[in-house]
Structures are given as C-alpha cells and as structure tokens.
C-alpha cells in the first residue's frame, strides 16, 4: 500500500509499505530512514516510548485500529501530543490503511 510521511523537517515522502511483512509504521520509517537512526522506534515498538508518535492527517479517510490501552497510556503521558496523535509503532500496516498520511511528531 502507499503510505505518505511527512518527516520532521516537512519534507513529504510517498512510500510503498507492504501489507504481508507484519509491519507497523514506525517500522516503515525506519526502513526508509525518514528519521535520524535512534530517534524513533527506541523501546522497540512496545509502546513505551512515543518515540514514533505520529499525527494523522487524514483519520476520516482511512480505518485506523481502535488504539489498545498500552498506546492509550503512552500518549497520555507524551510530549507534544494532539487529538489525532498515535504510535507509529501500534498501527500495522494493513490494505484499509491504502492512502494513509502521517506527520512525525517533534523529536522529544
Ligand atoms: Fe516506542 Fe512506538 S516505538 S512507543
């Protein structure tokens, strides 16, 4: 599926994330290198970090998994967090996320 990051510097990046890898977002940024080595996915997509917290930009367009209490209890304590924050890590990349848009978070 496409997927489009918009890396913290604003650049757009349009990227191909496959649906039968077992994947999560911030698994595909890292795989891109869309963020600096050590700044996002550090407790290794355990939701214990925010380190790939993300904005969604187009939520209404794309069905997104309900957020589990782990991910819920994360951003709830994150810095810069807003009403269409999650973890990169928490979604998986999946065909009904085709299209999704995503904003990475300032690093925190
Ligand atoms: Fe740590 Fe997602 S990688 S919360």
Redesign the pocket.
């Known amino acids: 599926i496409k997927l489009t990051i918009i890396d913290r510097d604003g650049e757009t990046h349009i990227v191909d994330a496959p649906t039968d890898m077992g994947m999560n977002v911030?698994e595909v940024v890292r795989a891109y290198e869309l963020a600096p080595e050590g700044t996002?996915?550090?407790?290794?997509?355990?939701?214990?970090?925010?380190?790939?917290q993300c904005y969604v930009i187009n939520g209404d367009e794309v069905e997104l998994p309900e957020m589990n209490p782990d991910e819920e209890a994360?951003l709830s304590e994150a810095f810069n967090v807003k009403d269409n924050s999650r973890?990169?890590?928490?979604i998986h990349i999946e065909p009904s996320l085709e299209g999704l848009v995503v904003q990475l978070a300032p690093e925190s």
């Open positions: 911030m996002i996915g550090i407790c290794g997509g355990m939701a214990m970090c925010a380190s790939c994360m973890l990169g890590c928490q």
